[in-house]
């Protein structure tokens, strides 16, 4: 692991897990934010990140958007440093007294990203199952599947059945600038300002669509409370977005519902690794809604359907 320039002195721990170590540093007088890889093997993520905050950084300064990017300071093989952002992650909760207006903002966010990354992308075909990283994903996650045993809490035709739609259906994707990880945990408020930050999963040939399906169907399997404010989100999100209707959305969304669903799977019955931060347990609730949502997109249903 590479030295951090000593410029970047008095770090304090802000967060630690298997994959990232995070901290707070002093850098000329001003404090700034530093993230750490903790193997080599993730150094591909600082890579993204330092991309990823490059191309929103390029979002932000020629629109307004309803959030603030973080300003890039430095990077190395395994670390990026950012400006500091102040604040605490959203409180995406029903209890919350600004919760409409949390609701209303990750619509807007989302579809404003989705119109401007249409204007911006010169490619805009289809995504090709053969030679792109769809495929590639939907093979690795099978095989982190097929290690463990998952048939003990589903019943493995209806895994397979799930595993086959997504390799049929793969080429309806589109690809589309994508946070890939817009969700209340990533947007920090301070002072009725708010920051997206964390973007190591940021890519041009993410799914279109994939930041609301992930935004809204993670919460709906795990906490049902959720439920009618993810289903606002998705309303509106349709309601202010002109480059796009739900009618011709569904196919991609339920593709992109599929995959997230198959890999909550293996997310909620592994330890945290490399691969996800997940560390809550597959409980029956969570068991339920994922199998009721596989069979809803299976009948040919829009996934937020398993859960009226």
């Excluded at 002093?26 to 193997?39: I, N, Q």
Aim: with cysteine; aromatic share 10%.
């Amino acid at each position: 692991m590479s030295q951090l320039p000593s410029e970047f002195s008095n770090l304090r721990i802000v967060r630690d897990n298997q994959r990232y170590s995070t901290y707070k540093a002093d850098y000329r007088g001003t404090p700034v934010f530093v993230k750490l890889v903790k193997s080599p093997a993730l150094r591909a993520g600082i890579r993204r990140e330092l991309w990823g905050l490059q191309a929103f950084r390029q979002l932000a300064d020629a629109n307004d958007l309803g959030f603030a990017v973080p300003e890039l300071i430095a990077s190395g093989d395994d670390y990026v440093v950012t400006s500091w952002v102040e604040g605490q992650p959203i409180d995406f909760s029903p209890e919350s007294a600004d919760f409409d207006d949390q609701i209303q903002f990750f619509a807007n966010s989302l579809a404003q990203i989705d119109m401007l990354a249409r204007i911006a992308t010169v490619q805009q075909t289809k995504i090709d199952p053969q030679y792109t990283e769809m495929t590639s994903a939907i093979d690795r996650l099978k095989e982190h599947l097929e290690k463990t045993r998952y048939m003990d809490h589903f019943e493995e035709v209806l895994i397979q059945k799930g595993f086959a739609y997504l390799y049929e259906n793969a080429a309806l994707l589109t690809p589309r600038l994508t946070h890939a990880d817009f969700t209340p945990g990533n947007v920090l408020e301070y002072d009725r300002q708010r920051t997206l930050v964390d973007y190591e999963s940021v890519s041009a040939s993410w799914p279109r669509f994939y930041d609301v399906v992930n935004l809204t169907l993670n919460r709906m399997v795990t906490e049902p409370e959720l439920v009618p404010g993810c289903l606002q989100i998705i309303e509106h999100y349709f309601s202010v977005n002109t480059a796009a209707d739900l009618e011709s959305a569904t196919p991609q969304m339920n593709v992109i519902a599929m995959l997230r669903s198959l890999s909550l799977i293996w997310e909620h019955i592994t330890e945290p690794n490399d691969y996800h931060n997940t560390q809550t347990g597959l409980t029956q609730n969570i068991q339920k809604s994922i199998a009721t949502t596989i069979t809803t997109i299976l009948e040919g249903r829009l996934y937020v359907e398993a859960f009226d």
